[in-house]
């Protein structure tokens, strides 16, 4: 399997410029709750990391390959559809 990376790339620079738009949110008690937007931040630096390092595309878990459709779902995805769901 050959992974386009310059098409996952893109996709997560995208996915990083619009998760920088979004506006800070908050709780019932007017607290910021944006644990989740860098969370996301967090998981696309790390994709965009191992882009650069060729890692990109390997289960960070068992070290296969991770199916290339569900990196078109996710692009920021670490671990093959085995290992997560061996998460759940």
Known sequence: MVLDMEHFRK???EMRKLLESVPLLFN???EA???KISEHQAQIADA???IQKGGYGIC???GCPIEEG???LNP???GCAKC???KR
């Open 11 to 13: 996709e997560l620079l």
């Open 48 to 50: 965009l990391e191992r």
């Open 33 to 35: 709750t944006n644990e």
């Open 84 to 86: 997560q769901e061996q």
């Open 60 to 62: 960070t878990e068992c």
């Open 70 to 72: 569900r990196l078109e």
């Open 28 to 30: 019932e008690q007017g």
């Open 76 to 78: 920021k995805a670490q």
